[in-house]
């Protein structure tokens, strides 16, 4: 069984960094999947912020967090979400998510997601 667990969410002023992280667990867990971070808003849906694929050769990353918000893979299983310059609309449940892709390709849409985390709370005050 594939495991997806947060971690890194708290509360910060507008401006300040923090960073997610993202543990795959499960012996069926494909070391070639592109892993994403979705976040999700106080009465709204669920949006794509960042997925790089396995080798870390191929990221997207959402217009309105680029260039403030980092993804990276530190390995097969782990992948972190650096976020600086944080503001409140930032403010969100961020999720981790499995992508179906294994090829190299990173999709952006909920629907190609295999494997959810249970997500982690940022609070961003201003």
């Known amino acids: 069984q594939v495991q997806l667990v947060e971690s890194g969410g708290g509360s910060v002023q507008a401006g300040d960094s923090l960073r997610l992280s993202c543990a795959a667990s499960g012996r069926t867990f494909s070391s070639y999947r592109t892993m994403s971070w979705f976040r999700q808003a106080p009465g709204k849906e669920r949006d794509f912020v960042a997925g790089i694929n396995w080798t870390g050769s191929t990221v997207k990353v959402a217009d309105a967090v680029k260039g403030r918000f980092t993804i990276s893979r530190d390995n097969a299983r782990t992948v972190a979400l650096l976020m600086d310059s944080l503001k409140p609309e930032d403010t969100a449940v961020y999720y981790c998510?499995?992508?179906?892709?294994?090829?190299?390709?990173?999709?952006?849409?909920?629907?190609?997601?295999?494997?959810w985390g249970k997500g982690t709370l940022v609070t961003v005050s201003s």
């Open positions: 998510a499995a992508d179906s892709a294994t090829l190299g390709q990173v999709n952006t849409e909920m629907k190609y997601m295999d494997y």
